[in-house]
């Protein structure tokens, strides 16, 4: 249950490639941190917008979000270059681009962009109201027991991606 999220930055930062995986208290300082010295752009899809377009296109659509709202926090920055974590992308305003699965485990940048998705998608889920029997302030809205037994109780909401499938087949 969430939409999908996606940061640009531009940065000197130094992160470990498992900041990501690292406790939330931990990667929160770090995102705290990011935001407050950093250059970012945002980019949101919502779970419709997955559903409807497919992960491939939503990544792509992400990713043109993320740019587009850096190039628009920082109009005096030019982007010179893009790296993406991974192989799907759509180039953007003719930037030169490298896709580079697991990026974030050799770039510090890649890194410090994605401990900002992962935590920006995580508060969105958290700050959700109207839906404390999904336990999404517990789970992040990831296919827990609890969160798939509160699918079974009352079905899914409009932040679920129907697309996916929220339940094993029983």
Known sequence: AAPGRARSGSCEWKARPSSRKGPSARRADLARSIRAEY????????????????????????????????????????????????????????????LEPRADAKYDQVSAASIL???ERDERVCSLQGYDAYGWRRNKGYPTADHRDAIRAHG???????????LPEE
Not at 48 to 67: H, Y
Not at 157 to 163: C, I, K, L, Y
Request: overall charge neutral.
């Open 39 to 98: 250059c970012i752009g945002i980019g949101t899809v919502t779970a419709a917008e997955i559903d409807q377009f497919g992960m491939g296109e939503a990544r792509r659509l992400v990713f043109d979000r993320a740019l587009d709202d850096f190039a628009h926090r920082n109009p005096d920055v030019t982007v010179a270059h893009v790296l993406v974590d991974g192989t799907i992308y759509r180039p953007w305003r003719e930037v030169p681009f490298t």
């Open 117 to 119: 998705a992962k935590t």
């Open 156 to 166: 899914p909401t409009v932040h679920h991606r129907m697309s996916f499938r929220l």
